[in-house]
C-alpha cells in the first residue's frame, strides 16, 4: 500500500492515470481489479485468509454473484433434496429478488431488526439450509447483526456437517453499506470486529464479504465489490452473470479517487461524520422523537431511521423540500407498535446540520398539534383515517405491496396510475385546461342536473305505473 501514500495531488494522480491508460500500457483490466480490491480490503479485512474476489455492477449485484456462487456451487455437487433455503433476518430486497430467480426460499429470523442467534441455533440444522444472510448495516433501519456470534453458530454446524460429509452452509455477509461500520468496528482498541474476513480466518465456514465502493468511496455509480474464501466464488467460472462488470476506465477512475483521498483520509471523513450522526441522534430523542431498534445500531451507523406515527412529519418535511426514505410495517410482530417512519442514508458530505435545524421544530409542532393529540387518541395506529388526517396515505398504499390478494392488486393499481399521470402531466397537457377549477365545477353542475332531471323522471314514471295499476 506504499504506492497510496506517494501520491498526494490531484495533477500527479492524472499524471499516473494517463500514463496508465494510453494505447499500449500494462494496465489490465484484472490488475486495475486486483487493485481496487487491495485497498478495501484495508477495511474489509482478509489479509490473513485465502481470497478470491470481483467487482460488478452494483451492491444488487453482489448479492445477486454470491447467491449465484452458493446455488451453483450445490448444483455442481448435484445437491438433492427439497427447496434450499436462507436464513436471515430483516434482509435487503435483492435478497427476495435473488430468492425468486434462483428459487430458494427466505427464512426470516429477526428481532428488533437484527438475525435472532437462538432463533438461528434452532434453524441451522435444517439439512435444506444452504446460506446464512447476515448484515453489517441494514439499509432499513441502520441496525447491524451480531457476526461473530452468527459465524459461530454456523462454524458450530459445518463442523458436524463435516463429520457427515455434508455440505458446508456459507456465511454471506452484506457489508455494502457499512464502509463506516468497519472503520469503527475494526477490532482494535477495545472495539469489536465486524470484519467477517478476519473473524473467519482458522474457521472452515465459506465466507461471502459485498462492499460497495460507490456508496462510501467517492468513484463512479456502479461498483461493488465482492470478496470470498477460496472456492467459493470460483464456482462462477463459465457461468453468465447478469448485468455489466466495470470496464477499465471505471476502475481506473476509482483507483484515482482512492488514492487521492488515502487511506487515512477516508478514516477521517468517516470518523467526523460518526461524530455528527451521534450528535443528531441525541437531538432527536431530546425532542422526543424515538430512533427505531436504537439497542441495535453499533458505532459508525450511517442510517438513522426514525419512528414517525403515520408519517405525518416526513410529510412536513417534504413540503419542506427534504426527501426521506418511508419505512412501514418496522414491527409486524407487534401489532400495537408504530410502523411507520423515515430513514437518512447520510455520508460525509450530506447537510445534516441544515436537516436537523428544521427537524427538531417540525417534529415539536406536529405532535403538539391539537389534531395530531385527538388523532393518536382516537385512531387506531396504522390504519386508513390516521394517514389520511395525518396527510400521507402513500405509506399504507406501500404496506398493503407485502402481501399477496386484493389489498397488493388495488394498490399496485392506483400506484401504476398516479405514475401514469405524473408521466402523462406535463406543460402541453395543462394548457388545455387554461381554468381547470371552473371546469370542473361546470362539468360537477350539469351531472348533478343530469342526475336530478333523471331522478325526477324515474319518480315521475313510478308513479304513473302505480296509479295505472289501481285502476
Not at 457 to 467: C, H, Q, T, V
Amino acid at each position: 500500500m506504499l504506492f497510496f501514500l506517494l501520491f498526494v495531488t490531484a495533477e500527479q494522480v492524472l499524471e499516473w492515470a494517463t500514463a496508465r491508460m494510453e494505447p499500449g500500457s500494462p494496465a489490465l483490466r484484472e490488475e486495475l481489479e486486483a487493485e481496487v480490491i487491495s485497498f478495501q480490503q484495508e477495511f474489509m479485512g482478509g489479509r490473513g485468509v485465502e481470497a478470491e474476489g470481483m467487482t460488478t455492477g452494483g451492491g444488487t449485484r453482489s448479492i445477486n454473484c454470491a447467491f449465484e456462487a452458493v446455488m451453483s456451487r450445490d448444483e455442481a455437487r448435484g445437491r438433492p433434496g427439497p427447496r434450499l433455503r436462507v436464513l436471515t433476518g430483516n434482509p435487503h430486497l435483492a435478497v427476495e429478488r435473488a430468492a425468486r430467480r434462483f428459487g430458494f426460499e427466505v427464512i426470516r429470523l429477526d428481532v428488533d431488526g437484527a438475525i435472532c442467534v437462538d432463533k438461528l441455533r434452532d434453524h441451522i440444522s435444517d439439512p435444506c439450509v444452504t446460506a446464512v444472510y447476515a448484515q453489517s448495516l441494514s439499509y432499513t433501519d441502520g441496525t447491524s447483526d451480531a457476526l461473530a456470534e452468527v459465524l459461530a453458530v454456523v462454524e458450530s454446524e459445518n463442523k458436524d456437517r463435516a463429520a457427515k460429509e455434508g455440505v458446508p452452509v456459507v456465511l454471506i455477509n452484506d457489508s455494502c453499506l457499512a464502509f463506516s461500520v468497519l472503520i469503527h468496528n475494526d477490532g482494535e482498541g477495545g472495539s469489536r470486529s465486524m470484519r467477517l474476513l478476519d473473524l473467519a480466518e482458522g474457521c472452515i465456514t465459506p465466507v461471502i464479504v459485498t462492499q460497495d465502493a460507490h456508496k462510501h468511496l467517492g468513484t463512479d455509480k456502479g461498483l461493488s465489490t465482492i470478496v470470498g474464501t477460496r472456492g467459493i466464488l470460483s464456482s462462477l467460472q463459465g457461468v453468465r452473470r447478469v448485468g455489466a462488470r466495470p470496464g477499465a476506465a471505471d476502475l481506473m477512475r476509482a483507483l484515482a479517487d482512492m488514492k487521492l483521498v488515502g487511506r487515512q483520509g477516508y478514516v477521517e471523513l468517516y470518523r467526523e461524520l460518526e461524530g455528527r450522526i451521534t450528535e443528531a441522534a441525541s437531538k432527536i430523542e431530546s425532542a422526543g422523537m424515538k430512533v427505531l431498534h436504537a439497542h441495535n445500531r453499533m458505532p459508525g451507523s450511517t442510517v438513522i431511521t426514525v419512528e414517525d406515527p403515520s408519517g405525518a412529519v416526513s410529510t412536513r418535511m417534504k413540503k419542506k423540500g427534504y426527501r426521506t426514505s418511508p419505512i412501514y410495517l418496522a414491527c409486524p410482530s407487534a401489532a400495537s407498535a408504530c410502523q411507520t417512519g423515515w430513514q437518512l442514508c447520510l455520508s460525509p458530505h450530506h447537510l445534516l446540520e441544515t436537516f436537523m435545524g428544521d427537524l427538531v421544530p417540525t417534529s415539536r409542532a406536529v405532535y403538539g398539534s391539537t389534531v395530531a393529540r385527538l388523532s393518536r387518541r382516537f385512531l387506531r395506529e396504522n390504519s386508513l383515517l390516521a394517514f389520511l388526517v395525518a396527510g400521507n396515505p402513500d405509506t399504507f398504499l406501500f404496506q398493503l405491496l407485502r402481501k399477496e390478494g386484493i389489498g397488493r392488486k388495488l394498490a399496485g393499481h392506483m400506484i401504476r396510475r398516479y405514475i401514469t399521470a405524473q408521466l402523462d402531466s406535463g406543460t402541453v397537457r395543462t394548457l388545455k385546461r387554461r381554468d381547470p377549477v371552473w371546469q370542473f365545477a361546470c362539468k360537477g353542475s350539469l351531472w348533478l342536473l343530469l342526475l336530478s332531471l333523471s331522478t325526477a323522471l324515474f319518480r315521475r314514471l313510478a308513479a304513473l305505473k302505480r296509479s295505472l295499476r289501481g285502476r
